[in-house]
């Protein structure tokens, strides 16, 4: 089997275009490329990938979303079912505008890259599988601000602690020329209709992400809801970026 095959009794996801639903949140969709994706895992085992996204204006964007546990598996249970993890579909997705291929087909090759070390404060030169397809490849992405409660590390990241910050993340992928989902481009649509409906359900939103367990390591004095949304969007919202068509 390859790296990222899955065992025949796998129920996969269907692709489809998804919006709204998920509470406040605030986005835009911007032109941009995409650098790389990588390969890396937590100090656990648990595995992960890494987007490098630099836009138009020339920001950089960063993210690590974990696709399989420590011991390499990238499946799980769902209504009686073995179904690939979130991360896995969101890689899969995500690489099917990226390079027009699914997640089995990647040209994965090692790769000494820059890595920011933990220990060390900065970036080091290590060794890293790098999907070779996702390096400098324009793309639009949709891109989401979630005002996220800070976690203690001695509670495994479920108690809040009540500070809030802003952590940007990408939800959708568009091709960039047509601004056309997967879904729509093997439907043979022309406009796109999904990107547009997107920005009018995210663009301009802030969404709020709780601790599992909100305040637990403040003594449970969390801010409400508006509170903490509106002094991290005042504090640190990002700067407007470009976006596409308008």
Request: aromatic share 8%; charged share 30%; proline share 4%.
């Amino acid at each position: 089997m390859g790296m990222f095959d899955l065992d025949k009794d796998v129920v996969e996801a269907e692709e489809r275009d998804v919006s709204g639903g998920y509470g406040a949140v605030d986005a835009d969709v911007y032109l941009g490329v995409i650098k790389m994706i990588y390969l890396d895992e937590y100090k656990a085992g648990s595995k992960n990938f890494n987007i490098i996204f630099t836009a138009d204006s020339g920001k950089e964007h960063k993210e690590t979303i974990y696709y399989a546990n420590k011991e390499g598996v990238y499946t799980t249970e769902k209504d009686g079912k073995k179904v690939p993890t979130f991360g896995y579909n969101r890689l899969n997705s995500f690489l099917k505008v990226i390079t027009e291929k699914g997640i089995t087909e990647q040209d994965v090759e090692t790769k000494t890259i820059n890595v920011y070390d933990f220990d060390a404060k900065k970036e080091l030169p290590k060794e890293r599988k790098v999907l070779m397809d996702t390096i400098n490849v324009p793309v639009a992405v949709g891109m989401i601000n979630t005002n996220t409660e800070n976690t203690t590390a001695e509670s495994n990241y479920k108690d809040g602690t009540g500070v809030f910050k802003n952590i940007n993340s990408i939800d959708k992928m568009f091709f960039p020329d047509t601004g056309l989902t997967v879904v729509e481009r093997l439907a043979g649509e022309t406009e796109p209709k999904y990107m547009e409906k997107w920005k009018k359900d995210n663009k301009g939103q802030v969404r709020l992400k709780e601790a599992k367990n909100p305040g637990a390591a403040s003594g449970g004095n969390t801010p409400s809801n508006g509170a903490s949304s509106a002094s991290a969007s005042t504090s640190e919202a990002p700067a407007p970026k470009k976006s596409l068509f308008g």
